[in-house]
């Protein structure tokens, strides 16, 4: 018979398996956490592609990992384990929202939005995370290649650092050398102290280096009327000009010393052009003078004399072009004569092997006709295509060559322009055997490197087979998860068992009394026939009974002796439960002696530095 509460079950049940829930996922929130799943995996955090973990132990594990890999000093002991009590989920947000706001004050993310998993507002922060742990992992790439590099030159180097170095002296002496071969030299001295205008000092000090500039030319602010003055009245061109010049040096040049004769005094060039550059001067106002005082037909006679000369002169130029154009005509007439001659002859050549080719030509085409040489003439169409795609695949081999040649001469060209030096044989098998015995060190080096990089990977897997303060604190933690866990079981267990037995012992005495009262029933009948079978049966009853009796104070005892030994232990344990009372209080009052003792630690040592 059912009661009323197992058929009220019944019915709910029945409703529930008969009911369909509508269950609405929002889209952008499962789109948001495949993104962030993402995310985290391209971050490197691999541990979100286990499919048995929850997205909570993904997304907060992430988090704390990306909180621990931006090396970043927030103050908060941020310790994740999976499967954690509701109780901790709660303290671990908490803590990850107080690490976030210490690491950046624009994060907003709340504990409830992390625990209620909502992927709009968590997205943001693990981008920004990630973003984090990127930039502070290439900080530390950075920071590790720039000390190996600084733990690479401490001791070593590279082969161009030592090349350059062998090869250092060797510039450096090639250097001086050249500074010494093409600086200036010294080739005249004068021979007394130099004195004039500072136009004539530096004129005369070029001199001595070898520097030859005429000293006539006059300067620019004269004017022009002066200059057409002068040229008609002289009727010079530049030629004559470029004369006189010269002269003029020459004749300083003889108050000029040799720089290896000895000391020559400055005094004498300096005189020598003060003494030029007064009688300039005077020829140059004797000249104005002149031009100014002569009629106007003597300037237009001098000035027609002065054009004849420029006209004959012109024209004798090119009376010589002329005589030189004429001759190079003439040869290039005979050359095209002679050409002509060339190609007439080749014009018969070819003439002639027309006509055989004609010939050869129509026996051909008799022999084509025949229909007994059409398997022949269809073999030499074969060989004639071939022969025609081997001489394209020439021609284009040999398009290839020429341009391929043009292009390694243009290399040579700028090579030679660029100032690159040919090597002999000699050179080159130097070059030859030093890139060899460098390849061998590159090779030994090589070998060495790979040497200590399996030695580096060795200790690194040494290094990760030991684990660390925060691993070995969780390694603990989880311990005595599992030992609680263990112990409880093992409680529920042996209490099951005790359990068991109680009920086994129970089940017992019931089937003992049921067979006694079986036997009583079946036997009283029998007994109750005569006297003496009663007697039998009342003193088998009192057996019976004295039996139980004695089991009786038997389990009786041994009840008192449990209770003695509960009573006992539960001493014990509130002994043990003071004795760690004593000693949470010692550990409390030595921690707080501990921080006494650094106070007044650290106030004695900013007394001794005062």
């Not at 908060?76 to 384990?81: A, I, S």
């Not at 520097?211 to 200059?227: H, Q, V």
């Not at 000391?263 to 300039?280: G, N």
């Amino acid at each position: 018979m059912t009661s009323v509460f197992q058929r009220a079950r019944k019915g709910i049940k029945a409703q529930d398996e008969d009911t369909e829930f509508d269950v609405r996922e929002d889209e952008e929130q499962s789109v948001k956490r495949e993104e962030t799943i993402q995310l985290l995996l391209a971050a490197g955090y691999f541990r979100a592609r286990i499919k048995g973990l929850d997205d909570f132990d993904k997304v907060v594990g992430g988090m704390v990992w990306c909180i621990t890999a931006s090396n970043v000093d927030v103050d908060v002991d941020l310790l994740f384990q999976e499967n954690s009590t509701i109780g901790q989920k709660i303290t671990l947000t908490e803590k990850i929202v107080a690490a976030l706001n210490r690491m950046s004050k624009s994060v907003t993310l709340e504990p409830h939005q992390i625990q209620g998993m909502d992927f709009k507002s968590i997205f943001p922060v693990i981008q920004w995370l990630v973003k984090r742990t990127l930039e502070a992992r290439r900080e530390k790439e950075q920071v590790i290649r720039r000390r190996a590099m600084v733990q690479f030159h401490r001791t070593l180097k590279t082969p161009e650092e030592e090349e350059f170095e062998n090869r250092k002296s060797v510039f450096i002496g090639s250097l001086h050398l050249a500074k010494e071969s093409y600086k200036p030299r010294r080739q005249y001295k004068p021979r007394k102290t130099r004195k004039g205008v500072d136009e004539m000092r530096v004129q005369g000090t070029l001199l001595e280096y070898g520097r030859r500039y005429g000293i006539s030319k006059k300067k620019k602010d004269e004017s022009a009327k002066e200059k057409n003055a002068i040229a008609q009245s002289l009727g010079d061109d530049e030629e004559d000009k470029a004369k006189r010049e010269e002269e003029n040096i020459k004749k300083l040049m003889t108050g000029m010393a040799d720089a290896s004769e000895g000391a020559v005094s400055t005094d004498a060039i300096e005189s020598m052009f003060t003494t030029q550059s007064a009688a300039i001067a005077e020829l140059s106002s004797a000249y104005a003078k002149h031009a100014a005082e002569m009629s106007s037909s003597e300037a237009e006679k001098g000035a027609g004399k002065a054009a004849h000369k420029r006209a004959l002169a012109s024209l004798n130029k090119q009376k010589e072009k002329l005589t030189a154009k004429v001759a190079q005509v003439r040869a290039e007439l005979e050359e095209v004569e002679n050409n002509s001659k060339d190609i007439q002859a080749q014009l018969e050549e070819v003439r002639a092997k027309r006509g055989e080719l004609e010939e050869e030509a129509k026996r051909l085409d008799d022999l084509e006709g025949d229909e007994a040489n059409q398997p022949i003439i269809a073999a030499l169409q074969k060989y004639v295509n071939i022969m025609d795609t081997l001489r394209a695949q020439l021609k284009s081999f040999k398009a290839t060559c020429t341009s391929e040649m043009g292009e390694w001469e243009k290399k040579i060209d700028n090579l030679k322009a660029s100032g690159a030096v040919h090597i002999d044989e000699q050179r080159a098998m130097e070059i030859r055997e030093q890139f060899e015995a460098e390849t061998a060190k590159l090779n030994k080096l090589r070998v060495r490197a790979s040497k200590k990089t399996r030695q580096i990977a060795l200790y690194q897997r040494k290094m990760d087979e030991i684990p660390s303060r925060s691993e070995l604190s969780q390694y603990q933690r989880r311990f005595n998860d599992l030992s609680e866990q263990m112990n409880g079981k093992f409680r529920e267990t042996k209490q099951f068992i005790t359990l068991y037995n109680i009920n086994k012992d129970i089940e017992k005495y019931f089937m003992k009394e049921q067979t006694l009262l079986t036997s009583i029933h079946e036997n009283f009948p029998k007994a109750m026939g005569s006297k003496a079978n009663a007697q039998a049966l009342i003193k088998q009853l009192d057996a019976i009974l004295e039996g139980i009796n004695k089991n009786k104070e038997m389990l009786q005892n041994r009840s008192d002796e449990e209770k003695t030994h509960r009573d006992e232990l539960r001493d014990q344990h509130l002994a043990l439960l003071d004795t760690e009372r004593v000693y949470t209080k010692t550990i409390r009052d030595y921690e707080r002696e501990m921080a006494k003792n650094e106070k007044l630690t650290v106030k004695l040592e900013k007394g001794g530095k005062k």
